[in-house]
Nanobody, 126 residues
Framework: QLQLVESGGGLVQPGGSLRLSCAAS????????IGWFRQAPGKEREGVSC????????KYEDSVKGRFTISVDNAENTVYLQMTSLQPEDKAVYYC???????????????????WGQGTQVTVAS
């Protein structure tokens, strides 16, 4: 079973930045897409960004385009989500997840992902 561990969440002021990390197995990064998702209280989980296997094609949800950047560090077996210009509406628990389907291009639908990390809280407040 693939294991993913998120870290990097915290409290930041509006306009600030955070970098989330998702530690994954080497196998996962080579063969499966990895996605970042978030869930705010009372709301459904939504896709934020994803990256196809081997650090390939990326996708972003419209509200984070130009502010968030997803990347892979193969040496560290880690997927990062660099978040800038954070706003109160970005407050949520952020999760990374692995697509269970080999070689599929990444998608932002949470229902397509099977293996999930435990989540990391991001709070944006002054």
């Amino acid at each position: 079973q693939l294991q993913l561990v998120e870290s990097g969440g915290g409290l930041v002021q509006p306009g600030g930045s955070l970098r989330l990390s998702c530690a994954a197995s080497r196998f996962a990064l080579d063969y499966y897409a990895i996605g970042w998702f978030r869930q705010a209280p009372g709301k459904e989980r939504e896709g934020v960004s994803c990256i196809s296997r081997g650090g390939g094609a990326t996708k972003y949800e419209d509200s984070v385009k130009g502010r968030f950047t997803i990347s892979v560090d193969n040496a560290e077996n880690t997927v990062y989500l660099q978040m800038t210009s954070l706003q109160p509406e970005d407050k949520a628990v952020y999760y990374c997840a692995s697509d269970p389907v080999l070689f599929r291009q990444c998608v932002l639908r949470p229902t397509e992902y099977e293996y999930w990390g435990q989540g990391t809280q991001v709070t944006v407040a002054s």
